[in-house]
């Protein structure tokens, strides 16, 4: 049976927006009574580590200069790399300019047509100047249209070519910082991964945000997502200077962040929803 209220029944309406504000009600209430049963959980969970002596794994502390360092070596390098064309950009810029370049020679070889045409109008061959004649205006014609085409390939090429000189320049200046990056991130991402895996295997308790976020530890249907992401949380945090305590990524990035850190923070928000 339908419940949706009709149109023209106020009091259907009426009963039918109560009944969906006490579900919401309800399920607010749901919601907060989850929230704090977590918290207790975590409580005593913390409590009950803490009195058996547990490990601590204070993966903030664990960050050294040379950490920092190779974040900061990655960041730069891809600000860098972002700034890129990729090679179908380049590509498709490239033919723009070859358009241009085509035109021009077309054009050439239409003004040097024409010129051989008026030659042979005056020349002293009267059969030749006559079927020059004849040639003449379709020969001017097709110069027209070519000229006509001109000032819009022009500035697409000019365009198109203003774009590639930058990306150029770019590769040159900052080829080493790009270059680094493979070699550099996996080598953080080492430094990283190695603090985590002895603190699982100590069974050691993490700090607030990573078991608020991960858990105590790698799930078993997941492992490998987990010390992925649990890897990549702690790069972003050390990139980006985070330190909150109650949060993995912190804030969301602002609106003049680079487009790296705003795809970075996106998917780790995304993979961090889908491991828990």
């Not at 913390?46 to 009195?51: V, W």
């Not at 033919?95 to 003004?111: G, K, T």
């Not at 014609?141 to 930058?166: K, W, Y």
Request: hydrophobic share 45%.
């Amino acid at each position: 049976m339908d419940e949706t209220p009709r149109t023209g029944d106020p009091q259907r309406t009426d009963d039918f927006a109560a009944q969906l504000d006490a579900v919401r009600a309800d399920i607010g209430e749901l919601l907060r009574a989850v929230r704090l049963m977590g918290q207790q959980v975590n409580w005593l969970m913390d409590n009950a580590l803490i009195t058996a002596e547990a490990p601590i794994s204070d993966v903030d502390e664990d960050i050294d200069e040379v950490m920092v360092a190779l974040a900061a070596t990655v960041e730069r390098g891809e600000v860098f790399r972002n700034q890129l064309l990729d090679g179908i950009t380049r590509s498709e810029l490239r033919q723009v300019v070859d358009r241009y370049m085509d035109w021009q020679r077309r054009l050439d070889d239409q003004y040097a047509t024409l010129v051989a045409l008026s030659a042979a109008v005056v020349a002293d061959d009267e059969p030749a100047a006559l079927r020059a004649a004849e040639q003449f205006p379709a020969a001017a014609r097709a110069v027209r249209d070519l000229e006509t085409d001109g000032p819009r390939l022009e500035a697409a090429a000019r365009t198109a070519r203003q774009r590639l000189d930058a990306d150029d320049e770019i590769r040159r200046a900052h080829s080493p910082d790009i270059n680094a990056v493979p070699v550099v991130w996996q080598e953080l991402r080492r430094r990283l991964r190695a603090v985590i895996d002895e603190g699982v295997a100590k069974h050691a308790l993490f700090p607030a945000w990573f078991r608020n976020s991960l858990g105590l530890g790698p799930p078993r249907d997941q492992p490998t997502l987990w010390f992925e992401l649990a890897t990549e949380v702690r790069a972003y945090r050390i990139t980006y200077g985070v330190v909150a305590d109650d949060s993995p990524l912190g804030a969301p990035p602002a609106a003049d962040s680079s487009l790296r850190r705003v795809a970075w923070y996106r998917r780790l928000s995304e993979g961090l929803a889908r491991l828990s």
